[in-house]
Nanobody
């Protein structure tokens, strides 16, 4: 099982940018799909982004397209989420996730503890 530790959350203003990092350890990282989910207060978990362990192809939740970018550095066992043009509705706890396989279609079976992102208007 991978252990995932997120960092980089904080309080920002609307329109600002923020980069989240997720350090992975404990199992083969470079061959796994990785991703991010988020959960706002009083809401269910929402898919944010994922990156393939095959070719680093990506997919995004609809409201994140064009604003967020996921990337990975396999040498550092780290995945990133660059968030631009942040909105108050982006306020949530952001979770790093690791897939059970390499494909973007893999289920995500390992979760980090989450990092809080708060966007003020």
């Amino acid at each position: 099982q991978a252990q995932l530790v997120e960092s980089g959350g904080g309080l920002v203003q609307a329109g600002d940018s923020l980069r989240l990092s997720c350090a992975a350890s404990g199992r083969t990282f470079s061959s796994r799909a990785m991703g991010w989910y988020r959960q706002a207060p009083g809401k269910g978990r929402e898919f944010v982004a994922a990156i393939s362990g095959i070719d680093s192809s990506t997919r995004y939740g609809e409201s994140m397209k064009g604003r967020f970018a996921i990337s990975r550095d396999n040498a550092k066992n780290t995945v990133y989420l660059q968030m631009n043009s942040l909105k108050p509705e982006d306020t949530a706890v952001y979770y790093c996730v690791a897939g059970s396989g390499r494909s973007l279609l893999s289920s995500f079976d390992t979760w980090g503890q989450g990092t809080q992102v708060t966007v003020s208007s």
